[in-house]
Structure formats: structure tokens, C-alpha cells
């Protein structure tokens, strides 16, 4: 399976910004149970959302997690400058994971 | 608090052999998940295997599939990565995390090259 997400998106300070994550096998479930990730520069990937929509203990209210037009989406309300980042999705398919190629997500 | 801490990266020949260590702390050894996700330079995450528990066969990516395999060392809490016949391609830095937890090392970083 390929799973997709846009390369690049910018939002504005205060913005709202909705990334997607879609998979070249059909449309993505709660079945495939979708992560998503943060990565900074230079610093290891941190767990924003599991399972869809279950945020970690450290993740900001403004972000969520959803399923959106057969493809998983993460939702950032109220973009802040240190929401800067790389994000990455990843999806199960059966016995493997697969991450999509990450989303460069500008605040500006 | 949980913590996951790699060892073992390195320079190696194309070919070659190289043994990860991802040490464990905070956790009920035994059933927790560990998995290796690497990431070449510049570029993004690769899942390469999922070590559920003790007792469960490990999944691994096809990329790695017969040349990579883990084990556990429930004496030292320690998850090994041996990775045989080394490619170019697998330079990275290797990570182990569970993912729900939120529980990644630092990474350690691998160079396949002559």
C-alpha cells in the first residue's frame, strides 16, 4: 500500500489547516487505525494521534484527529508559529504499517 | 516514565552485519510493543518491524524482510535488530518506539557504505 499526504501546506497565525492521509488500497477506516506524528528538525518524531482521534497526554487541544472523505485527517485550529513542522501519517494494513511521506506544514 | 534508549549504529561495509540495541526502562518488559522505524537523511519515516510481545512473531517491512530480524532480552530488557546483508539503502537513523505510548529513543544512526 502507498499512503499519501500532501507535500506542503502553510497556514496562517491563528489559522485553521486541515492535513489529509490517504491510502492507494481504497478509503482509510478506523480500521486502519491512523497515527499521526510530529517531527521537528533535528529531533525524534513525537505521537500527536492514535487510533483516529485519541490524542496523547501532550497534545495541544487545538489539534484533532478524524476521518474525512475516506482518507484520515488531522485538523489544526488556531495555528501557533511552533506548529511548524514535518507531520507524517501512518496507517495498518493488516500485519505492516506504512507512513505516508509527510507533510511540511508552514505557519506564516 | 518510560524510556527507550538505541546503541549499536555505525559504519559498516555493504554486506556487512550490524547489531541495534534499544533498552527499555519504566515498562512491563514482556508485553510491550517495540517498534524499528528509520529514516534516511533528508528524508521521511520507514516502519520496518513490529515486535508485539514476547511469543508473537515480529512483522517486518519487505525492504527488510529475511535480512533483518529482532529478539528480546528479557534479563537486560533489551530489544536487539540484527540486520544482515547491509545495503546502501539502509542508511538511516534507526529509531525503536511504541507508538501509543509516545515512546521513541534518540535514534541511532547506521552508514552503509565502502
Known amino acids: 500500500a502507498v499512503v499519501t499526504q500532501e507535500p506542503s501546506l502553510t497556514v496562517s497565525p491563528g489559522g485553521t489547516v486541515t492535513l489529509t492521509c490517504g491510502s492507494s488500497t481504497g478509503a482509510v477506516t478506523s480500521g486502519h487505525w491512523p497515527y499521526w506524528f510530529q517531527q521537528k528538525p533535528g529531533q525524534a518524531p513525537q505521537t500527536l494521534i492514535f487510533d483516529t482521534d485519541n490524542k496523547h497526554s501532550w497534545t495541544p487541544a487545538r489539534f484533532s484527529g478524524s476521518l474525512l472523505g475516506g482518507k484520515a485527517a488531522l485538523t489544526l485550529s488556531g495555528a501557533q508559529p511552533e506548529d511548524e513542522a514535518e507531520y507524517y501519517c501512518?496507517?495498518?494494513?493488516?500485519?505492516?504499517?506504512?507512513f505516508g511521506g509527510g507533510t511540511k506544514l508552514t505557519v506564516l | 516514565e518510560v524510556q527507550l534508549l538505541e546503541s549499536g549504529g555505525g559504519l559498516v561495509q555493504p554486506g556487512g552485519s550490524l547489531r541495534l540495541s534499544c533498552a527499555a526502562s519504566g515498562i512491563s518488559f514482556s508485553t510491550y510493543a517495540v517498534e524499528w522505524i528509520r529514516q534516511a537523511p533528508g528524508r521521511g519515516l520507514e516502519w520496518i518491524s513490529t515486535?508485539?510481545?514476547?511469543?508473537?512473531?515480529?512483522k517486518y517491512a519487505d525492504s527488510v524482510k529475511g535480512r533483518f530480524t529482532t529478539s528480546r532480552d528479557h534479563s537486560t530488557n533489551t530489544l536487539w535488530l540484527q540486520m544482515n546483508t547491509l545495503r546502501g539503502e539502509d542508511t538511516a537513523l534507526y529509531y525503536c518506539a511504541n507508538l501509543k505510548d509516545n515512546s521513541w529513543g534518540q535514534g541511532t544512526l547506521v552508514i552503509v557504505s565502502s
Open positions: 515486535d508485539l510481545r514476547s511469543g508473537v512473531a515480529t
Open positions: 501512518l496507517l495498518i494494513h493488516g500485519d505492516t504499517r506504512v
